[in-house]
């Protein structure tokens, strides 16, 4: 980063001190001292990542993209990731700031949005930290004294900047499969002793019909129940800094061990590796 424009060195400082925000909410700061990979990430839902130290490489079947500091990653649509952060070689430290866009963000840019649809685009993109400077400076400062609105408001001008871009994904609706469904009701309480008959009940499913239309979909059952809960870890280990044996509790598994050995599974890495 030596060579970076003073202004640019500004503003990645600025977007840094997202770190230490006392009123963080929507997003958070992944902090990693040693490089490590993860293979079949699942990203749930539309967000960006603010590249602040080191360097992110990131790849869908179709896209591979290296990603340094001052660059955004957009990932416009639901889509599964292999990723490898590496630390910054002079302080030793990766650094990224993530930040989901809601379901109240995209509703909004979609309102505001009065023209014809544009290109659906690539799932992966790069966006330059410095283009939206101004808005990610407001969406900072909302944050800071406490306006949730506003923030939320920024966010959906930066979709609405990003579509004009070609990306339209931000804008169309998707429509989650019943495997995607499940995933996201079981996220929601990961450490529940969740049950075929709860998933039955709530979707108003028979067990055949479940376990059918499951398999027509690739997965299964306690498959989606293995990822939601592996991934609510992974969030626990880069955003928290509870012990292991607490969130293997949280993510619904009864010891560390167990949750250590799926997780190295699921990822290709153990969880001490974050």
């Known amino acids: 980063m030596t060579g970076m424009p003073p202004t640019a060195m500004a503003l990645l400082a600025e977007m840094a001190s997202l770190a230490g925000c006392q009123r963080a909410e929507g997003y958070a700061c992944i902090t990693a001292r040693r490089e490590h990979g993860a293979s079949s990430v699942e990203i749930p839902q539309p967000q960006f990542a603010i590249l602040l130290e080191g360097r992110k490489q990131v790849r869908t079947a179709h896209q591979s993209l290296t990603f340094v500091p001052g660059d955004i990653l957009?990932?416009?649509?639901?889509?599964?990731?292999?990723?490898?952060?590496?630390?910054?070689?002079?302080?030793?430290?990766?650094?990224?700031?993530?930040?989901?866009?809601?379901t109240e963000v995209l509703?909004?840019?979609?309102?505001l949005?009065?023209?014809a649809l544009p290109t659906a685009g690539a799932a992966l993109a790069r966006q330059a930290l410095g283009d939206h400077a101004t808005v990610l400076r407001s969406w900072r400062q909302s944050l800071q004294d406490g306006h949730y609105s506003e923030a939320r408001l920024?966010?959906?001008?930066?979709?609405?900047?990003w579509c004009r871009q070609?990306?339209?994904?931000?804008?169309?609706?998707?429509?989650?499969?019943?495997?995607e469904q499940i995933r996201d009701r079981i996220a929601a309480e990961p450490a529940r002793d969740w049950q075929s008959r709860d998933v039955e009940a709530h979707f108003a499913l028979s067990g055949a019909t479940l376990r059918r239309r499951l398999a027509a979909e690739a997965t299964s059952l306690r498959q989606l129940l293995t990822e939601a809960r592996l991934a609510h870890g992974m969030q626990l280990l880069y955003t928290t800094d509870l012990p292991l044996k607490t969130v293997a509790a949280r993510a619904g598994y009864r010891s560390a061990a167990s949750f250590s050995k799926r997780f190295a599974e699921q990822y290709g890495l153990a969880p001490t590796d974050i």
């Open 166 to 179: 070609g990306h339209g994904n931000l804008l169309l609706p998707h429509a989650p499969t019943l495997g």
């Open 107 to 111: 509703a909004a840019a979609r309102t």
């Open 154 to 161: 920024a966010l959906a001008t930066l979709v609405l900047a």
């Open 113 to 115: 949005w009065s023209e």
């Open 74 to 102: 957009l990932i416009t649509q639901r889509c599964r990731i292999d990723v490898v952060n590496t630390p910054d070689p002079q302080t030793g430290r990766y650094l990224s700031a993530i930040v989901p866009l809601c």
